[in-house]
């Protein structure tokens, strides 16, 4: 429910070895019923960060890692840069209430 919600985006931990897109939605006050998100994420600048370090990504980490919080589709991969991440059944807001996910890009 899309009308409910609205998401905002924010660079996270951002080195030469981990770059980190933090994404959170927080419900408008328009739902007093839980509703369920889902959210686009591009990952091209943090993968873009660790391979101006002369890197190349290895692995990525949706943060919470539960997936009863939420899910990224495709699944997380470092050969794709675009995702939607869903929330599950614990990961459903209502009112205003919020939740933050950060998907992470690593170099090991």
């Not at 951002?14 to 019923?33: H, M, R």
């Amino acid at each position: 429910m899309p009308s409910a919600y609205t998401v905002s985006a924010a660079q996270g931990t951002w080195t030469d070895t981990q770059a980190c897109l933090a994404t959170t939605i927080t419900g408008n006050g328009s739902s007093f019923f839980y509703f369920g998100w889902a959210v686009p994420v591009n990952m091209t600048p943090a993968f873009q960060r660790i391979q101006s370090a002369g890197y190349t990504v290895s692995r990525l980490a949706l943060i919470p890692g539960s997936s009863t919080v939420a899910s990224a589709s495709p699944a997380l991969s470092p050969g794709t840069s675009q995702y939607v991440v869903r929330s599950e059944w614990q990961g459903v807001l209502r009112q205003s209430e919020s939740l933050a996910v950060t998907v992470c890009a690593y170099r090991y």
